[in-house]
């Protein structure tokens, strides 16, 4: 049975740092590739960024190109996002999802990824 789930949410000031971790479990990272997205109120759910199993290639959205990064650690079953610089407008309830044989491209991310976690909720606020 497949399961992500989510951490590391939280309140945070604007310009500041925090990283969501995403933990595996039921697939391997090595044969799946992972997503974050992003749902605030009122908006559509959005596409953050990827990371491809097999190569670990990338992928960000432009709105946040040069302060997320991606990273995964196999051996702990945990895909992390590391959110830097942070704006008023990421703040957002971030989902990671997976799917297996997912090549995550320049293209960006589909509507939607096979698995699913269940959120973590990022307010960035003064």
């Known amino acids: 049975q497949v399961q992500l789930v989510e951490s590391g949410g939280g309140l945070v000031q604007p310009g500041g740092s925090l990283r969501l971790s995403c933990v595996v479990s039921?697939?391997?990272?090595?044969?799946?590739?992972i997503g974050w997205y992003r749902q605030a109120p009122g908006k559509e759910r959005e596409g953050v960024s990827c990371i491809t199993g097999s190569d670990g290639s990338t992928y960000y959205t432009d709105s946040v190109k040069g302060r997320f990064t991606i990273s995964k650690d196999n051996a702990k079953n945990t895909v992390y996002l590391q959110m830097s610089s942070l704006k008023f407008e990421d703040s957002a309830v971030y989902y990671c999802a997976a799917q297996p044989f997912f090549y995550c491209s320049s293209y960006g991310l589909p509507g939607g990824l096979d698995y699913w976690g269940k959120g973590t909720l990022v307010t960035v606020s003064s």
């Open positions: 039921g697939l391997s990272l090595d044969y799946y590739g």
